[in-house]
């Protein structure tokens, strides 16, 4: 079984574009969440999605960042204009139940954003 | 303050020793995750304990929990190189509204000597 994917694995970008990175879920997962770390510090919630409903974005530290889940299946998240302080790993993660009921989010192999 | 908090931030041992790794949290927590990082990779699960249980083990991995202390501790026994990474500790809070999100502590970084 596939685990979860993103893409892609890292981007560069100067201040003030646009970027968009995608994450693929494991299949039959309805929660999907975005994760990142910036400047090597803690790795923080964003949002998160069931099905193809936001849940949760009160981690959303802008409207510079919209997240997307079309279908319910994979989800992209953009961020525009982009920022330096936007640069980090942002990580994907899916899970079968919601993690209350004792169940483990699995992660993506994260998008390594570069702002110059 | 953040929620987890890992002890102690870095942590360098020879191969065969064992490692311990402690976090702290501040909220009651559904479970508590461990998870691992390798050097520019994704994170990897590597063991969830429930807000109901005290140890759990999982291959050289042992897990302890204590919810009067709000700590949890993380044992590597028989340590090898390829564990050096990152590890991290993320609690799923007990949220009215909300509680599947994962707050992460900083980590400890983990570095075994061959």
């Known amino acids: 079984e596939a685990g979860v994917t993103q893409f892609p694995s890292h981007s560069v970008i100067e201040k003030g574009q646009t970027v968009t990175l995608r994450c693929d879920p494991i299949s039959g997962h309805d929660n999907l969440y975005w994760y990142r770390r910036v400047m090597g510090k803690e790795i923080k919630f964003l949002l998160h999605?069931?099905?193809?409903?936001?849940?949760?974005e009160s981690g959303m530290p802008n409207n510079r960042f919209l997240a997307e889940r079309t279908g319910g299946t994979y989800s992209t998240l953009k961020v525009q204009p982009a920022e330096l302080e936007d640069s980090g790993v942002y990580f994907c993660?899916?899970?079968?139940?919601?993690?209350?009921?004792?169940?483990?989010?699995?992660f993506g192999p994260g998008t390594r954003l570069t702002v110059l | 303050s953040q929620q987890g908090e890992e002890d102690p931030q870095a942590l360098s041992i020879q191969e065969g020793e064992n490692a311990t790794m402690n976090c702290s949290y501040k909220t009651s927590i559904n479970n508590l995750q461990w998870y691992r990082q390798n050097s520019g990779r994704g994170l990897v699960h590597l063991i969830l304990?429930?807000?109901?249980?005290r140890e759990k083990h999982s291959g050289r991995l042992r897990v302890t929990l204590d919810t009067s202390k709000k700590s949890s501790s993380l044992l590597i026994t028989a340590s090898r190189a390829a564990d050096t990474a990152s590890y991290f500790c993320a609690t799923d809070a007990r949220v009215e509204t909300s509680g599947s999100r994962l707050t992460f502590g900083e980590g400890t970084q983990l570095t075994v000597n061959p």
């Open positions: 999605f069931v099905k193809e409903s936001k849940q949760d």
């Open positions: 304990i429930r807000s109901n249980e």
């Open positions: 993660a899916s899970s079968l139940r919601l993690a209350g009921y004792g169940d483990t989010q699995y």
